[in-house]
T-cell receptor
Framework: DAKTTQPPSMDCAEGRAANLPCNHS???????VYWYRQIHSQGPQYIIH???NNETNEMASLIITEDRKSSTLILPHATLRDTAVYYC?????????????FGTGTRLTVIP | ETGVTQSPTHLIKTRGQQVTLRCSSQ?????VSWYQQALGQGPQFIFQ???????GRGNFPPRFSGLQFPNYSSELNVNALELDDSALYLC???????????????FGEGSWLTVV
């Protein structure tokens, strides 16, 4: 699976959009981009995933560049409860593989 | 609420002992995987089960073993516990339909294991 690069930490003002970048320059054609977050001592929470197209759900939007070498997770109106470690993961398709490589993630702090 | 439940939530074991952790997958999910998360690190993939067979394994020794039952629930067994096995153990489940369309993988809240 392709590896990802994320900034170790970011701050965001409450109520503003939080834009979390991720580089995955070695991504292959059949690899999906997943985003999870983990609040201290809890299990990782699924946010969103995509292959080529931009995706949006009730939690966030995922913007994938045309060459698929990077992506951005957007939390449109950050709240204090969004403070967490955010993981960008690239996973190969095929075989139902659940082996996600988490890396070190980005620690997002939402400031009042 | 992901529908993935794990037990026990916390336990303490002595070095050299054996431990069994349990996971109930989200209803209808046929694939389960286990992860180890040491303090301050991201989760690391241990292994995955699909249709009661192990079909993927990370860099963990054989003393880490598992089972998946016909109802898709699962167990993680760790023998000869070492101090470094102290960690949060996470179970994740998903539905694989035979064609990978980017299935959503849901995690439980984990079992905290302390080895003393």
């Amino acid at each position: 699976d392709a590896k990802t690069t994320q900034p170790p930490s970011m701050d965001c003002a409450e109520g503003r959009a939080a834009n979390l970048p991720c580089n995955h320059s070695t991504i292959s054609g059949n690899e999906y981009v997943y985003w999870y977050r983990q609040i201290h001592s809890q299990g990782p929470q699924y946010i969103i995933h995509g292959l080529k197209n931009n995706e949006t759900n009730e939690m966030a939007s995922l913007i994938i560049t045309e060459d698929r070498k990077s992506s951005t997770l957007i939390l449109p109106h950050a709240t204090l409860r969004d403070t967490a470690v955010y993981y960008c993961i690239v996973r190969a398709g095929g075989g139902g593989a659940n082996n996600l490589f988490f890396g070190t993630g980005t620690r997002l702090t939402v400031i009042p | 609420e992901t529908g993935v439940t794990q037990s026990p939530t916390h336990l303490i074991k002595t070095r050299g002992q054996q431990v069994t952790l349990r996971c109930s997958s989200q209803s209808g999910h046929n694939t389960v995987s286990w992860y180890q998360q040491a303090l301050g690190q991201g989760p690391q993939f241990i292994f995955q089960y699909y249709r009661e067979e192990e079909n993927g394994r990370g860099n963990f020794p054989p003393r880490f073993s598992g089972l998946q039952f016909p109802n898709y629930s699962s167990e993680l067994n760790v023998n000869a516990l070492e101090l470094d096995d102290s960690a949060l153990y996470l179970c994740a489940s998903s539905l694989y339909r035979g064609v990978d369309t980017g299935n959503t993988i849901y995690f439980g809240e984990g079992s905290w294991l302390t080895v003393v």
